[in-house]
């Protein structure tokens, strides 16, 4: 992602003193910056009445500390005078601890003539990259999604995190939590439970708006079903259509069965002498059977 600095110019730090009878205005440049972690800034002084020699010099410090800055031991700072009198103060690589107010200060003679009213820096990480996590529940028949979209570390806090479907904002079953992690940064973690029906192919956006990001970020999730929550209950209805065709043409079977049974020997008597006892269960069995076969028909013919 490139890199993001913001520079307001539109308040100026200026301050005025006198030297030599002469007006002197100190001012500094940029009043507010904000900048991202591991990039660098340069702060700027500008000095109306600038004498190049050892009478003068300038310092610069930082709100809350009580010595001036300097080169050494952190050689991530830079600092110079250019030509017609501006003093400038460059840092590399800024940390979150770099955060702050600085100041510069005019020395004439080794004493401070005047500060600048100083220059506020915010030093920044960016939550991206944000992912969306889907996160499919089975409650009896049916399934629930619940969408998680979550950030990278970020800083400072004051994160604004929107869901939309579609173009349109979600407002309900939203659950959002920020948490703050030992080395100061920020992660936030939001939920958001999809209505019913779950529709296949529905677009659901996660957008977050944050100081350190020029525009919002977003992270889109589309619907795709698991393939249990779609063919389970194909399978379902697959099963009970082969079981149903399967008792069908058990029942014509029979139905045919009986019927030739019938037309070999619907008048004949059962001689119990001629037949063995294992012949005749049988022969009463399928009997039965064939009756069974005959009420099932008839009471599908009466429901037609």
């Not at 017609?84 to 702050?100: E, I, K, R, W």
């Not at 600085?102 to 960016?126: D, F, M, Q, R």
């Not at 028949?141 to 998680?148: G, I, M, N, Y």
Request: proline fraction near 3%; glycine fraction near 8%; hydrophobic fraction near 35%.
């Amino acid at each position: 992602m490139a890199s993001v600095v913001f520079y307001c110019f539109s308040l100026v730090g200026m301050l005025s003193t006198v030297v030599d009878g002469i007006s002197v205005q100190v001012t500094q440049l940029p009043k507010h910056t904000t900048v991202i972690k591991g990039e660098s800034i340069t702060f700027y002084c500008a000095i109306s009445y600038f004498e190049e020699n050892s009478r003068t010099k300038v310092y610069w410090w930082k709100h809350g500390e009580r010595e001036y800055l300097q080169t050494r031991p952190d050689a991530r700072k830079i600092f110079d005078i250019e030509k017609g009198g501006s003093g400038f103060f460059q840092l590399l690589d800024v940390n979150l601890q770099d955060s702050g107010v600085y100041h510069c200060a005019l020395a004439l003679e080794g004493k401070i003539a005047k500060n600048g009213t100083g220059s506020n820096l915010t030093v920044c990480v960016p939550p991206t990259p944000l992912k969306i996590i889907p996160r499919f529940t089975k409650r009896n028949a049916s399934v629930s999604l619940t969408l998680v979209c979550q950030t990278a570390e970020y800083y400072p806090k004051n994160l604004i995190l929107t869901w939309y479907n579609s173009v349109t904002e979600i407002t309900t079953g939203i659950n959002t939590t920020e948490q703050q992690n030992p080395g100061g940064l920020y992660v936030t973690s939001s939920s958001m439970e999809v209505a019913q029906p779950i529709l296949r192919g529905a677009v659901y956006t996660c957008k977050v708006s944050h100081i350190s990001l020029k525009a919002s970020e977003i992270a889109e999730y589309k619907v795709q079903l698991p393939e249990h929550s779609e063919k389970g209950f194909d399978y379902w209805i697959v099963g009970y259509a082969v079981a149903a065709l399967i008792f069908l043409v058990v029942l014509i079977i029979i139905g045919k069965r009986c019927k030739w049974m019938k037309w070999r020997g619907s008048h004949k008597e059962i001689n119990g002498s001629h037949r063995s006892g294992e012949q005749v269960t049988l022969y009463n069995l399928s009997q039965q059977v064939c009756h069974l076969a005959e009420i099932d028909g008839i009471n599908r013919d009466y429901s037609l």
